[in-house]
């Protein structure tokens, strides 16, 4: 183990008095979702090199349901020592708090920001028989349809619902919310016709796309994905404010002792800045995004914010 990775195991082991040497112990990354899905494949794609420079083994321990809720419990009642660490999106993060009237957990009370992970940049794509070029042209045959134009989402208050919420406004088009229970049924029904469009992480599409099952319309973000360089962005195409961004980011209970959040910090921002971790979230269409704990907060307290003003202007209540 190299001073660096000592260094760490020593700031972690603060909170562990009396426990066994930190480098013993293993670092557990709760999952919020099943396995198999895009948030467990970004963890599963850090784990190792984060374990290297903790000098330590990371599990991962998915605790599915309740919309992010279960998971986050998880970390609030394990013991605050850094060994648990939750990784969510920004739906159980910043969405759920204006979504449900009540929630088991409170995101600035329970839960300390370590640091931001990825950003998930979301896609319009349409049928490849779809005779739009781009998501321009695909606003103006929509404005022309006599019926709203349907549209698929994961399911309310997801991103991809608050995306065609955006996209409605943003250029006064009619679109017809269709919620699905997640991506895949949403994305077998645009493929067979069933709906015009759909917003979806580009991890989840950039398949669908690349083998030209799926046409990209647009990047709802405010520059070109480094995936898919030749899709312009909604911005770029005249249509403004629609911008969402599918985050995931590591939280800890707020009891953890700063010197641990720190320790826990530097060694995740090392970790997403390993070729390797670089290479295999971009290939996979996720762009990785250190930050500091405080610029965690910071964006979580924008995001929150946002969505909230959103869905009470739109009365969106959780299923």
């Known amino acids: ?101 009540k929630l088991p957990y409170d995101m600035q009370r329970d839960f300390a920001p370590v640091s931001l992970v990825v950003n998930n940049v979301e896609l319009l794509v349409a049928n490849p028989s779809d005779p739009a070029a781009g998501a321009a042209e695909f606003v103006a045959a929509a404005k022309k349809s006599a019926a709203p134009v349907a549209m698929a989402s994961t399911g309310v208050g997801s991103i991809p619902h608050l995306a065609i919420e955006q996209l409605a406004d943003a250029t006064g088009t009619r679109l017809l919310h269709i919620p699905y229970k997640g991506a895949a049924p949403a994305i077998t029904d645009l493929m067979g016709g069933q709906v015009a469009g759909f917003f979806g992480d580009i991890p989840g599409l950039i398949g669908h796309v690349r083998s030209g099952k799926l046409k990209a319309l647009g990047i709802a973000a405010p520059a070109r994905h480094p995936a898919l360089p030749d899709v312009r962005t909604l911005e770029e195409q005249g249509i403004r404010g629609v911008d969402t961004i599918n985050w995931y980011a590591f939280f800890v209970s707020a009891k953890t002792p700063p010197a641990v959040v720190a320790a826990l910090n530097k060694a995740v921002r090392d970790t997403l800045n390993t070729p390797a971790v670089r290479d295999r979230l971009l290939q996979s269409g996720a762009e990785p995004a250190p930050s500091t704990p405080q610029e965690l907060a910071l964006l979580l307290k924008h995001d929150t914010d946002k969505w909230a003003r959103l869905i009470k202007a739109k009365n969106i209540k959780a299923e």
């Open 1 to 101: 183990m190299n001073a660096r990775r000592m260094l760490l195991a020593t700031l972690l082991s603060a909170a562990l008095a009396g426990a066994a040497p930190a480098q013993t112990k293993t670092v557990r990354i709760v999952v919020s979702f099943t396995a198999g899905g895009p948030v467990d494949a970004v963890a599963r794609a850090l784990s190792e090199q984060l374990g290297k420079e903790l000098g330590r083994t990371v599990v991962i321990d998915n605790k599915p349901g309740a919309n992010g809720a279960i998971g986050a419990m998880e970390v609030v009642r394990a013991e605050a020592d850094g060994n648990t660490l939750w990784i969510t999106s920004v739906g159980a993060a910043a969405i759920n708090p204006a979504l449900y009237d």
